[in-house]
């Protein structure tokens, strides 16, 4: 069975870091690009950023460019996504999901982060 | 701002049709295949439609998708009280680089 598991959510100021993790099981983590999502509260689902199986190309939303870093360790099996200078409209439920080009029926329960003062 | 375009809502009573359009651009819907999600509250996106018109396991024949050049669709037929949830359309936008998702529609069960 595959398994999403996010964690590193919290709350944090503005202009403050925060790491998220996500743990992955059940499949072949190496052979799969992986994604982030994110769903401000209320709001529609928001594609965050991608990364190649090797780590080799990656992507991102045009609002998180130069502030966020997704990363991966497949001997880990575990995703990253590094997010410094944040806004409070960077608040949301971040959500590990597989795939990349397209993303598929796997999804992680997601994590809250909550940018405020 | 998302650049695949939903109605806001849709509604029908119990058996009926409700259709989701899915509004695009060549870069995006034009050129790429299309998924769709069904997502409840507090609860992580499913995947309903995958490849236009693909329905993964599991996932009723009352639900189907279709495409059509810039645009495309998703279908409930003989609707019930569970299908109330938002659904999203999404696509790869090859001048964006990145994974576009529709702005959402919530279907609701009248």
């Known amino acids: 069975e595959v398994q999403l598991v996010e964690s590193g959510g919290g709350l944090v100021q503005p202009g403050g870091s925060l790491r998220l993790s996500c743990a992955a099981s059940g499949f072949t983590f190496s052979s799969y690009w992986m994604s982030w999502v994110r769903q401000a509260p209320g709001k529609g689902l928001e594609w965050v950023a991608n990364?190649?199986?090797?780590?080799?190309?990656?992507y991102y939303v045009d609002s998180v460019k130069g502030r966020f870093t997704i990363s991966r360790d497949n001997a880990k099996n575990s995703l990253y996504l590094q997010m410094n200078s944040l806004r409070v409209e960077d608040t949301a439920v971040y959500y590990c999901?597989?795939?990349?080009?397209?993303?598929?029926?796997?999804w992680g329960q997601g994590t809250l982060v909550t940018v405020s003062s | 701002q998302s650049v695949l375009t939903q109605p806001p809502s849709a509604s029908g009573t119990p058996g009926q049709r409700v259709t989701i359009s899915c509004s695009g651009s060549?870069?995006?819907?034009?050129?790429?295949?299309v998924n769709w999600y069904q997502q409840f509250p507090g609860t992580a996106p499913k995947l309903l439609i995958y490849?236009?018109?693909q329905r993964p396991s599991g996932v009723p024949d009352r639900f189907s998708g279709s495409k059509s050049g810039t645009s495309a669709s998703l279908a409930i037929s003989g609707l019930q009280s569970e299908a109330e949830a938002d659904y999203y359309c999404a696509a790869w936008d090859d001048s964006l680089n990145g994974y576009v998702f529709g702005t959402g529609t919530k279907v609701t069960v009248l």
């Open positions: 999901a597989r795939g990349g080009l397209a993303i598929g029926s796997d």
């Open positions: 490849s236009n018109n």
């Open positions: 990364i190649k199986q090797d780590g080799s190309e990656k």
């Open positions: 060549s870069s995006n819907i034009g050129s790429n295949p």
